[in-house]
C-alpha cells in the first residue's frame, strides 16, 4: 500500500501517510513489525534445529520462550528508534 501511494503521487500518498499515522495505522505496523521479527527469530530456531542442537524438550521450550520473547523486546526498540524516544 505504500509503494503504490507512492507511485500514485502526492493525493494518495498525503491519504496513507494520514491512515499510517492514525492509532489504527500505528497498531497495524506495530504488528507487522512484531511478525518480521517473529519470523526472523523463529526462522534462527529452526537453522539451529536443522544442525541438531536444541532437541531437548526443556531446551526447546526455553529457544519457543526466548523467541516470542526476543521479537517483543526487537519490536519495543524498533519503534523506541523510530519514535525518537531517547531517555
Known amino acids: 500500500w505504500w509503494l503504490w501511494a507512492l507511485a500514485a503521487g502526492p493525493d494518495d500518498y498525503q ?22 521479527w517473529q519470523h526472523l527469530l523463529s526462522g534462527i530456531r529452526h537453522l539451529v534445529l536443522d544442525i541438531g542442537a536444541g532437541f ?19 519490536t519495543a ?9 531517547n531517555q
Do not use: D, Q
Not at 491519504?15 to 518480521?36: E, K, N, Q, R
Not at 526498540?77 to 524516544?85: D, K, M, N, S
Open 15 to 36: 491519504s496513507f501517510s494520514a491512515h499510517a499515522s492514525s492509532w489504527y495505522g500505528l497498531v497495524l505496523l506495530v504488528g507487522l513489525t512484531w511478525a518480521f
Open 56 to 74: 531437548e524438550l526443556r531446551i526447546n521450550k526455553l529457544f519457543a520462550v526466548l523467541t516470542v520473547a526476543g521479537a517483543l523486546f526487537l
Open 77 to 85: 526498540l524498533t519503534w523506541f528508534l523510530i519514535l525518537g524516544v
